[in-house]
C-alpha cells in the first residue's frame, strides 16, 4: 500500500459533546428523543455524526430566568447524522437531531470542576460553556457519566 492509498474504513472515530440548554428544554428533548442548539440553529448540529456522545449542561432551570441549577441533566449518543426541521409555532421551526438517551440522575457540575480538561480556568470555569456546544475528550465524558450514575459500559461502547 502506498502512502496516498487509504487502509479500509472502519468506523469513523467517536467525538464527544457538551450541549448547554436550560433543564427544562432538556427535559423536552429527553421525552422526545432529539436536542437542539443554540435557539434551534441548525449550523451546531453538522458537526455530530452517529455515535458521538453527548451531554446536555443546564446552567439553569429555565431560559432566560429560571434558578441557577449548574448541573449536568442528561446523557446519550446521537443516533444519527439526519439534521431535520419541525414546526414548533409559524415562526419558529428549530433544527433537530435524534439522540438516544441513557438513564442518570443529574451531576451538579462544581464538585468535577477539577477534574474536567475541558474546563481550562478553574475560577471561571463557567466560560468553558459560553458557547453552547463544546468538543470534549472521552475521558471528560466517562467521567461525567460516572457523576450521573450511568454505567461506564452503556456509555462508552459504539
Known sequence: M???????????PRSFWVGVVSRAHVLLGVEGGFIQLNHGKKAP???????????????RTTYPDGEVLQAFTA??????????????????????????FFACDEAPVRPLIDELS?????????????FGQVKISAEDFLRIATAM??????????
Open 45 to 59: 448540529l453538522t458537526r455530530f455524526k452517529a455515535g458521538d456522545g453527548l451531554v446536555r449542561y443546564s446552567p
Open 149 to 158: 450514575g450511568c454505567d461506564a459500559f452503556t456509555v462508552d461502547r459504539p
Open 2 to 12: 502506498t502512502a496516498s492509498e487509504e487502509s479500509p474504513a472502519g468506523p469513523p
Open 75 to 100: 446523557i446519550g449518543r446521537i443516533k444519527s447524522a439526519v439534521i431535520y426541521q419541525v414546526e414548533m409555532t409559524p415562526d419558529f421551526e428549530p433544527y433537530r437531531i435524534d439522540v438516544d
Open 118 to 130: 475541558f474546563i481550562r480556568s478553574k475560577t471561571h470555569w463557567g466560560a468553558a460553556f459560553r
